[in-house]
Nanobody, 114 residues
Framework: QVQLVESGGGLVQPGGSLRLSCAASGSIFSIGAMGWYRQAPGKQRELVASVTSGGTTDYADSVKGRFYISRDNVNTVYLQMNSLKPEDTAVYYC?????????WGKGSLVTVSS
């Protein structure tokens, strides 16, 4: 079993920054890629950013150049969010993939509003 715990969400003004963190615990040896998804009201959950165990990153076009994913060890991943826009408002979910199971955090709400 793998447990994912997110932190760092909250309310921020447009143009501001937030840093999300996700820490995995349990059978972390099985984790490969990790990433962040988000789901805004009335929209499908979408991939925001991902990072492989080897450090390769990928970003959604909507956040490219503003958001940065990083991984400081096997089981911890971060999402630095800069120049936030109201349309970034969503519940952000941490994800970790193992060969057999896709794990999800419970989500962290990011609200971008003045």
């Amino acid at each position: 079993q793998v447990q994912l715990v997110e932190s760092g969400g909250g309310l921020v003004q447009p143009g501001g920054s937030l840093r999300l963190s996700c820490a995995a615990s349990g059978s972390i040896f099985s984790i490969g890629a990790m990433g962040w998804y988000r789901q805004a009201p009335g929209k499908q959950r979408e991939l925001v950013a991902s990072v492989t165990s080897g450090g390769t990153t990928d970003y959604a076009d909507s956040v490219k150049g503003r958001f940065y994913i990083s991984r400081d060890n096997v089981n911890t991943v971060y999402l630095q969010m800069n120049s936030l826009k109201p349309e970034d408002t969503a519940v952000y979910y941490c994800n970790a993939d193992s060969p057999l199971v896709r794990y999800w955090g419970k989500g962290s709400l990011v609200t971008v509003s003045s």
